[in-house]
């Protein structure tokens, strides 16, 4: 499966049909009037947000969507069918943002099942039927139907995670998650093996939570430098980061900090989230140089620091608390936050 995090794709509502003008004689005699039927209305369209979706890479193949328009009205005042909505479906946690400069956040699906009417389709027009005449001639006119909406919109999915990994290249961040979760991430000797976000459910004490492994990240990554930044905002919403340092790295102080640098540099709140510090790959090390480094990346981030081996297993459970308790109950898990509490979308408006 690939992993897309942008898309740019075309909607339209459906028009309404148009009102039915009909006058028949022995109509006229049954129902005392003019007897054409209104238009149908056009199809919305919608968006929803489903669960087992993390990549919009289908829109890239598809990118326009039309709603049906609306059949028209007929005789004997019957109304048109209406054209049926168009569901876009969309994973958790796609915004959907204005083709404009500023790309303004229009709406923000967080919720499973969420659903958005984005556009509306038109209301069907009048037959004459609904015209109040008394004389036997067909109203000079009738609804043609209200005209579609259309617009150019960018989808942005940015994963809801309740935590984050971050790291160097080569930390053992995919080594962990594959040990915790059910992802199947790739692990590679080289950096840079992970190149797209992965997700995994963690299940620790009858507790469950989402863990994302973004791609490694290296100095300058917040500029542009190595995949770049474009990765750093999947982790904008996870409630806590777990941050993994390799042991064998030549300073582990430096490799923290060049981490946390980034994490600055990128803003978005991301180096005040809470955070969890393991020293990885202990099992290559004997106790005392354990302690040792333990001791110095606890000096450089003024935080207690967790020895880990996610290929060993040491640890992981130390670790797996430590989220837990900042994630706090189920119901605060990232994934059901409630659309009040992010972002507020900017009503839209088409024109
Ligand atoms: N000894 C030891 N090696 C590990 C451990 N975790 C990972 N490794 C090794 O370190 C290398 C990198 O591991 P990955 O899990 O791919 O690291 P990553 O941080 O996901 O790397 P990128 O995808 O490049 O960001 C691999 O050769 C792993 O086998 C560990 O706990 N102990």
Request: net charge negative.
């Amino acid at each position: 499966m690939h992993f897309l995090d942008q898309a740019k794709i075309f909607v339209r509502s459906g028009a309404g049909g148009p009102g039915a003008v009909s006058f028949r004689r022995e109509k006229f005699i049954e129902y005392g009037g003019p007897d054409g039927g209104n238009g149908g209305k056009g199809g919305d369209i919608i968006f929803e947000a489903i669960a087992g979706l993390n990549t919009l890479i289908d829109f890239r193949y598809t990118q326009h969507f039309r709603a049906p328009r609306g059949s028209g009205g007929s005789g004997s005042n019957r109304t048109g069918a209406g054209g049926e909505d168009l569901v876009i479906k969309v994973p958790i946690g796609t915004q959907i943002l204005a083709d404009d400069d500023e790309r303004t956040l229009l709406a923000d699906l967080t919720k499973e099942g969420q659903r958005i009417v984005f556009l509306r389709g038109g209301d069907g027009g009048r037959g004459n039927a609904t015209y109040k005449t008394s004389t036997n001639r067909a109203p000079r006119q009738h609804g043609t139907g209200w005209p579609s909406e259309e617009a150019w919109v960018w989808l942005r999915l940015k994963l809801l995670a309740d935590a984050g990994l971050v790291g160097l290249p080569n930390a053992g961040k995919s080594t962990f998650i594959n040990a915790v979760t059910n992802a199947q991430a790739k692990v590679g000797e080289y950096a840079f093996t992970t190149t797209r976000p992965q997700l995994g459910v963690v299940r620790h004490k009858q507790r469950e939570f989402v863990i994302a492994d973004i791609p490694g990240l290296i100095e300058g990554a917040a500029d542009g430098a190595g995949i770049g930044d474009r990765f750093l905002g999947h982790i904008e919403r996870c409630r806590v980061l777990l941050h993994l340092i390799d042991a064998n790295d030549e300073d582990v102080a430096t490799s923290y900090r060049i981490v946390r640098d980034e994490l600055e540099a990128y803003g978005a709140g991301l180096s005040e989230k809470p955070v969890v510090i393991a020293l990885n790959k202990i099992d290559t090390l004997d106790d005392e140089l354990i302690a040792a480094l333990s001791a110095e990346l606890e000096e450089a981030s003024g935080a207690q620091v967790i020895p880990l081996s996610g290929a060993a297993g040491t640890g992981v459970d130390w670790v797996l608390d430590q989220l837990l308790e900042v994630i706090g109950p189920n119901e605060n898990r990232a994934a059901d936050e409630s659309f009040e509490d992010g972002e507020e979308p900017v009503q839209w408006s088409p024109v």
